[in-house]
């Protein structure tokens, strides 16, 4: 059974360049939430999908965005990248809407992102 | 701000010994977990507490939440190297949207 899946591994992008960060979720995972970690923080929760549409958002700006598909597997847009948005940046799956309903959360490698 | 936040920051033990981490809360919460991750990879599920819960252990691991004090704590017990790792708590809470929030970590150290 895999689990969550995240891709690329590692991306360098510059200033002012749009990326996009893909999620598998684990089988059986209906829902998929993202989260920046800078170094040495928490995670920062970034929004929530479920049913192809966002549930919750964190407190992040409109550069970020995202997208759910059909199968689960969701995507992370970032536009206009700024020096700050250098993170590791995390994908969690789970039955469902994990804050409600206390179910588990499941996390991906995560996708290191580097802003020159 | 409504983060757990764990106490202590780092945390240096030798193999064998306990170790106790805590995070503390400031709204009331739905569930709360527990998450280790090292170093710059994805975090591990260690293990949830619901908010109607006082105590849970899995294997060396035991939680514990106190919803009037707004706290939680984990214990690791008979500490092994490979238990080096960042420790994280997470809680979910009505009055946020239930959202995720995570606290800063606690950087454990198990020394062989």
């Known amino acids: 059974d895999a689990g969550v899946t995240q891709s690329p591994t590692h991306l360098i992008k510059t200033r002012g360049q749009q990326v996009t960060l893909r999620c598998s979720p684990k089988?059986?995972?209906?829902?998929v939430s993202w989260y920046q970690q800078a170094l040495g923080q928490g995670p920062q929760f970034i929004f929530q999908y479920y049913e192809e549409e966002e549930r919750q958002r964190g407190n992040f700006p409109d550069r970020f965005s995202g997208h759910q598909f059909p199968n689960y597997s969701s995507e992370l847009n970032v536009n206009a990248l700024l020096l700050g948005d250098s993170a590791l940046y995390l994908c969690?799956?789970?039955?469902?809407?994990?804050?409600?309903?206390?179910?588990?959360?499941?996390f991906g490698p995560g996708t290191r992102l580097t802003v020159l | 701000s409504q983060q757990g936040e764990e106490d202590p920051q780092a945390l240096s033990i030798q193999e064998g010994e306990n170790a106790t981490m805590n995070c503390s809360y400031k709204t009331s919460i739905n569930n709360l977990q527990w998450y280790r991750q090292n170093s710059g990879r994805g975090l591990v599920h260690l293990i949830l507490?619901?908010?109607?819960?006082r105590e849970k252990h899995s294997g060396r691991l035991r939680v514990t939440l106190d919803t009037s004090k707004k706290s939680s704590s984990l214990l690791i017990t008979a500490s092994r190297a490979a238990d080096t790792a960042s420790y994280f708590c997470?809680?979910?809470?009505?009055?946020?949207?239930?959202?995720?929030?995570f606290g800063t970590g606690t950087s454990l150290t198990v020394i062989p």
């Open positions: 997470a809680t979910a809470s009505p009055n946020t949207g239930n959202q995720f929030y």
């Open positions: 089988s059986g995972h209906d829902t």
């Open positions: 969690a799956s789970s039955p469902g809407l994990a804050g409600a309903l206390g179910n588990e959360q499941f």
């Open positions: 507490i619901r908010s109607n819960e």
